[in-house]
């Protein structure tokens, strides 16, 4: 979607972790798409959740999505 700029996407220790061994995959995601991801680690999280948080490229939240 073009009017996405931004995607947040919080997750808890154990899937934070594997997004961070698969960074570089994930910078090529992003040079790809034309998008900034920004996975963060939420300590208290189960692993089963993901919050995912989409902002255009002013900054308003676009979609805000809870699995």
Known sequence: ???IATVEVRVGPEVFAL???RKAEIQEMEIKYRK???PSRVRDQPDHRVEI???SPNG???VDIVR
């Open 19 to 21: 997004l961070e061994a």
């Open 60 to 62: 308003d939240k676009v």
């Open 1 to 3: 979607r073009e009017d």
């Open 53 to 55: 948080t989409c902002y």
């Open 36 to 38: 900034r991801i920004r």
